[in-house]
């Protein structure tokens, strides 16, 4: 899916969130090698070392048999001899509290097998160390010059054979520990360091494609409006996408092509005005070139009013003495209508004459027919 399909906020959002995950993965990663680190040295601490240590107090406390059987032998006191028996016997159990410690820390199986070695060979020396006891508490030093000359020197050299094994091998656990721990070091600096670069690099590259997807669409958008302003509405756009960019763009085509409608409409107006202008512009020319000739005839009008004036001041000095004529002529009229309304009367008179006069012939008729 493009990005340009998403709006600017969850695509800004997804962006972040993917940085976060590849932190929280470096950070995942990063705590579990620390871990196994951690582990390492807590397996040093609580294993390698006690067990060092308990070997070491072991080896310690046999020495110091060897030291008190070799003090039982050369001093004979009785107080000395008896401090000799019950310190042999307090070496014991802390050589017996030592195991204890030492025992639940062995891993290896050649570390159980070397230890059970120890132990069957201390448990030889224990029963020489009884029996030299024994010859102690009989006063019998040949025998017990022998027995510490002869059997118990063997013996403790096979402890001390079995213990340099055992610190050799908790040694050689310390040292493996380590150089595993050193390992694992290494190799988390290592990936880390990849991973930090990796992630910062996909970060880059995020931060990339995030700007571009925003910048680019809004670069091309103002790259337009300059055109437009520049009066160029010819500037093709292409909206990609469905965020907001998208849809400013289809906004800003959508307006260019309303302007050049709009302004096509203006053009042919202008147009259309042009026409109607250069018809006025004939119209107005042929109304002055009417206005002339009517100027003209009004001239003519003029000159012949003033003319008529003339005339009509003799009309009316011959209307002056018509009009004297006029009345001479009605008073005769008068007089004349006069006569005529007598003549009528006179007429009207005698038509009512004849239609009586018709009358009583027609009743006269009658009465002859009858």
């Known amino acids: 899916m493009s990005l340009r399909n998403?709006?600017?906020?969850?695509?800004?959002l997804l962006g972040f969130a993917l940085i976060g995950a590849l932190m929280l993965a470096l950070g995942i990663f990063a705590l579990t090698q620390m871990s196994k680190i951690?582990?390492?040295?807590?397996s040093i601490e609580q294993v390698t070392v006690p067990s060092i240590k308990a070997l070491d107090q072991i080896n310690l406390l046999t020495l110091r048999l060897r030291t008190l059987s070799?003090?039982?032998?050369?001093?004979?006191e009785a107080d000395v001899v008896e401090n000799s028996y019950s310190q042999l016997t307090e070496r014991n159990n802390q050589i017996d509290a030592a195991r204890k410690i030492y025992e639940p820390l062995i891993a290896a199986d050649e570390e159980r097998a070397v230890y059970n070695q120890f132990v069957q060979v201390l448990g030889q020396y224990r029963q020489l160390e009884n029996r030299m006891v024994e010859l102690s508490r009989s006063n019998n030093l040949p025998a017990i010059r022998e027995l510490?000359?002869?059997d118990l020197l063997q013996t403790m050299e096979q402890i001390t054979t079995a213990m340099d094994k055992l610190v050799k091998i908790n040694t050689e656990q310390t040292r493996d520990i380590n150089h595993a721990a050193a390992e694992q070091y290494s190799t988390a600096f290592t990936l880390v360091i990849a991973l930090l670069v990796a992630a910062t690099v996909l970060t880059f590259f995020c931060a990339i494609l995030l700007t571009r997807s925003i910048v680019k669409p809004m670069n091309e958008v103002l790259g337009v409006a300059e055109q437009i302003a520049a009066g160029n509405l010819t500037h093709?756009?292409?909206?990609?996408?469905?965020?907001?960019?998208?849809?400013?763009?289809?906004?800003m085509a959508k307006m260019q092509e309303q302007l050049r409608d709009?302004?096509?409409?203006?053009?042919?107006s202008a147009t259309q005005?042009?026409?109607?202008?250069?018809?006025?512009?004939?119209?107005?020319?042929?109304?002055a070139r009417g206005l002339q000739q009517q100027n003209n005839e009004i001239e003519q009008a003029a000159t012949a009013v003033t003319e008529m004036t003339s005339a009509v001041e003799e009309v009316a000095r011959n209307a002056v003495s018509t009009s004297e004529a006029s009345a001479e002529a009605t008073r005769s009229a008068t007089d004349g209508r006069d006569l005529v309304l007598e003549t009528v009367s006179a007429i009207e008179r005698m038509s009512n004459d004849v239609q009586s006069t018709s009358v009583l012939v027609g009743n006269l008729a009658e009465q002859s027919r009858d």
Do not use: F, K
Not at 38 to 42: H, I, N, Y
């Open 6 to 12: 998403m709006n600017i906020a969850p695509r800004a």
């Open 38 to 42: 951690r582990e390492a040295g807590q």
């Open 70 to 76: 070799y003090r039982l032998m050369i001093n004979r």
């Open 148 to 150: 510490i000359n002869r």
């Open 236 to 251: 093709s756009i292409r909206p990609e996408g469905s965020d907001e960019a998208a849809r400013l763009q289809q906004a």
């Open 262 to 268: 709009t302004l096509q409409q203006i053009s042919g």
């Open 273 to 287: 005005l042009a026409s109607a202008a250069e018809e006025l512009n004939s119209v107005t020319e042929e109304s």
